[in-house]
């Protein structure tokens, strides 16, 4: 048995913001990040199209890219405190994927952490409040997801917690919110939710539901993300669909090793963060050719180049020309090929290298990889990142 979980409602198209007023309520507490929703207007409209539907409203600001454990409990401390039946989360992957952890230590304040790190192990939800995501970047799909990640910054690590308990109730896609970003961030995301398409397409949890949500994520990204990086905003709306689609297929079918190896290198070097789609983007030329020597999944991988026109008679000249148009999408996008090319130190990452492959071996996200992988292997994976070297293994 499967199961198949989305939002119960997800509203699109520019405006539909004022949504907000129809959630039906009491109080509202809205979650944010850093300034940019408030500069732009957004916050204040969010805030008015709450009370106009009759709620009272409290702001929790400052939620940081890459979010703490700490701001998690401060942010479920201010929920305990305000009592809120609705938690609104507005902005990137980051404000709304803080809510959500911050929404199971409101309705359950002595649970630890620790506890909800186990895949699917979260108490059962909504005893108190029901929840509503806003993107304001196109690429987490996390206002459609069963996903958080949160980051443990006493150890450098990105735990993704996972269960269909946090899968918001309402998602509001609004394109207006993303007509602002600025062109990394266009890159970025859009190439995260590239891996979120291809990764649900090959997962050992694809199946019928999943499948053609991530064709059309991915023939839609191939098609609209260069125009976006642009700035043509026709092009921009249709990323931020694209990127919810791809959002429901892997929240259904989940992820791969692309993901395991960015959630545990993003924050573990001093010569620089690694932004999670960039991450995304360097790691997946070299994993499709990983996981293309398992017979299974080079089949899908060449389905996805036949479905997106690309050339090839051949299943490994499919996969090659996959991988060559990733390969040309970051070249484009200002997007490194390696992670010496985006500066991370030698001697450091040679130094941390056992120990971040066995932590990417023991991600939620390696389980459903459909080609398996032990710490030996992942390493020399991580070298061929590195270095751009080929995967001959």
Not at 70 to 99: H, L
Request: aromatic residues 10%; contains cysteine; negative net charge.
């Amino acid at each position: 048995m499967a199961r198949f979980t989305l939002p119960r409602d997800i509203y699109h198209g520019k405006g539909c913001l004022e949504e907000l007023k129809n959630l039906g309520g009491k109080k509202a507490i809205l979650v944010v990040g850093g300034g940019s929703m408030k500069r732009q207007g957004f916050l204040d409209k969010a805030v008015s199209y709450l009370k106009e539907g009759g709620m009272e409203v409290e702001v929790f600001e400052g939620v940081e890219p890459d979010p703490s454990v700490e701001t998690v409990m401060r942010g479920a401390q201010a929920m305990r405190r305000f009592e809120p039946d609705w938690i609104v989360s507005m902005g990137g992957g980051s404000p709304i994927d803080a809510a959500k952890a911050m929404w199971a230590f409101y309705e359950y304040p002595e649970i630890k952490f620790e506890d909800l790190i186990t895949p699917f192990g979260f108490p059962e939800l909504r005893q108190k409040a029901r929840f509503a995501a806003i993107p304001s970047t196109s690429g987490t799909a996390t206002e459609v997801t069963a996903f958080s990640v949160i980051t443990d910054y006493s150890t450098g690590v990105k735990y993704p917690l996972a269960d269909f308990n946090i899968t918001p109730d309402v998602a509001i896609v609004d394109p207006e919110l993303v007509a602002g970003l600025p062109v990394k961030q266009v890159a970025y995301t859009g190439m995260d939710a590239l891996t979120h398409a291809i990764e649900a397409y090959v997962s050992t949890l694809n199946g019928p539901f999943t499948d053609p949500l991530a064709l059309q994520a991915i023939e839609m990204v191939l098609d609209y993300l260069p125009a976006s990086y642009n700035g043509n905003m026709d092009a921009r709306e249709q990323m931020h669909y694209a990127q919810c689609l791809a959002g429901m297929a892997f929240s259904n079918a989940l992820l791969g090793i692309v993901h395991s190896m960015a959630h545990k290198t993003g924050a573990a070097f001093s010569t620089g963060h690694i932004p999670h789609g960039c991450a995304n983007a360097i790691y997946l030329p070299y994993v499709i050719r990983y996981n293309a020597k398992d017979s299974t999944a080079a089949s899908r991988y060449a389905e996805i180049a036949r479905r997106m026109g690309l050339a090839g008679a051949s299943e490994t000249a499919l996969v090659n020309s996959l991988c060559e148009k990733i390969s040309e999408f970051n070249s484009r996008l200002g997007i490194p090929a390696t992670l010496a090319e985006f500066g991370i130190d030698e001697k450091e990452f040679n130094e941390k290298l056992d120990k971040i492959a066995e932590l990417a071996v023991g991600d939620a996200c390696t389980g459903s990889n459909p080609r398996a992988i032990d710490p030996a292997a992942m390493a020399k994976l991580f070298k061929c990142t590195y270095y751009g070297t080929e995967v001959d293994f």
